[in-house]
């Protein structure tokens, strides 16, 4: 499903460069469920972002099922990204003047779903993380987890192909966590391919495969990893 | 230093009441290390804002060194706050368009600090969390674990009697996690009062006294709780 090639991401800062990612070389297959751990500013953030089309690589290259990103267009991208593959943002991202609902229909906004029907499948969303309860709050009207199951609701909502979460437990109790984790990885065994940026070992420890990320370079879990 | 008695916090949302925090009795001893934890929505941050007199309770009593606090007013608080509360935020906020040392340097602007020794204190405090490599970028140029450095950094800088820091190490892997937590507790050992809401079991047992709230009561920790 996905094949990086020599992926780098530099970030120019005035004489200064940020070798965000250096030299990412990471295939993964269909319906794995892959952690990405590492210390804080390691790149696991940027290299969802690539991963997620929000972003474009300095160099190298970033196949998606066969097909090489960099020669797709805007509009191609925003399909591939609209149709295939769901975010959990490491901050969540809310609009803040929509209610939960409001928030988790976005996606099917964009993709021209009926009202009644998007009404429907964003409130069943919402249930499945436990916030029935809280269906007409706004971001600011809800607590740091609250908002962060809005956003795993937002993501799912739309039977993504790809899920990549950035620390989608990183607010959350140990119950909470585990009811979440339970949730994705059944959408895993039915062919989701997940890929999940963790600090916590308890959630790393549950992927099929561990990749490990120090400086902006694949130290564990990638291909042979060269001297 | 801290005393709460039956204090309450209730949103108002259209027709349904929420109510945060429900009766909530605490007394806090000056150089003590609490931590507060429980499920997502239980009134934790709720229960943080008010401490830091960044939210009013709705009805019950919160005394401060012996004061009553809502008998203060608007100026008299914000001096309390500025002059001996420290508050790491769940969610940071820093200020888009100025770089790591210009946030840290906030508090200071506020209490007429000169700007060389702003600058030297920011440095200083940037350090201390590991980033002085990373002074000059803004937040949107930083990880998601560098700006929650930049935040702690931030709530230490003016030396304040109380720290609040709401899931301070919620970004961070767990050797930045340590080290951030070694930082604050030297302060403590020195006469901090250090209050930390957190998820992590292992943050949680560093303290000296643990809280546990639910559904916004006190099941654990306070005084002697009530049948
Ligand atoms: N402005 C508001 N209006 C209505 N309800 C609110 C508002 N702010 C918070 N709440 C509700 O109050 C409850 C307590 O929120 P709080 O942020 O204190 O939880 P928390 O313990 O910090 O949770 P978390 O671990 O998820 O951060 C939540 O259930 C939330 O939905
Ligand atoms: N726009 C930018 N300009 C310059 N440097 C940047 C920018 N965005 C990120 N960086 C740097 O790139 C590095 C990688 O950032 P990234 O967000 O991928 O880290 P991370 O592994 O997700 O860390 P965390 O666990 O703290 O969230 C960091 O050191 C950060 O300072
Ligand atoms: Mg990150
Ligand atoms: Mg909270």
């Known amino acids: 499903m996905i094949e990086l090639r020599s992926l780098c991401r530099t970030y120019r ?4 460069d940020v070798h965000a990612l250096a030299n990412v070389t990471l295939s993964i297959k269909k319906g794995e469920h892959i952690a990405v751990v590492g210390p804080s ?9 690539i991963l ?7 160099s190298g290259s970033y196949r998606f099922s066969g097909q090489e990103v960099a020669e797709l267009g ?9 149709r295939w593959i769901g975010f959990v943002f490491q901050f969540f991202h809310l609009l803040p003047r929509l209610d939960a609902v409001g928030n988790v229909e976005v996606p099917m906004l964009f993709a021209g779903v009926e009202r009644e029907e998007r009404r429907r499948r964003a409130r069943w969303a919402l249930e499945a993380v436990g916030l029935e309860h809280r269906l007409r709050h706004k971001p600011e009207e809800l607590s740091g987890g609250e908002r962060q199951r809005v956003a795993i609701a937002r993501s799912v909502v739309m039977g993504p192909r790809l899920l990549l979460a950035d620390e989608p437990t990183g607010n959350l109790d140990r119950h909470s966590a585990e009811e979440i984790m339970d949730l994705i990885e059944r959408m ?15 959630i790393a420890q549950r992927a099929g495969r561990i ?4 400086d902006g370079r694949v130290v564990e879990g990638g291909p042979d990893i060269p001297p």
């Open 211 to 214: 990749v490990r990320l120090e």
């Open 74 to 82: 805007e509009v191609e991208l925003s399909g591939l990204r609209q």
């Open 13 to 16: 800062m005035g004489s200064e």
């Open 52 to 58: 997620g089309c929000l972003d474009r690589p300095t």
């Open 188 to 202: 895993n065994a039915e062919g989701l391919t997940l890929i999940v940026v963790t600090h916590d070992p308890a």
């Open 41 to 49: 500013g390691s790149g696991k953030s940027t290299l969802l972002n």
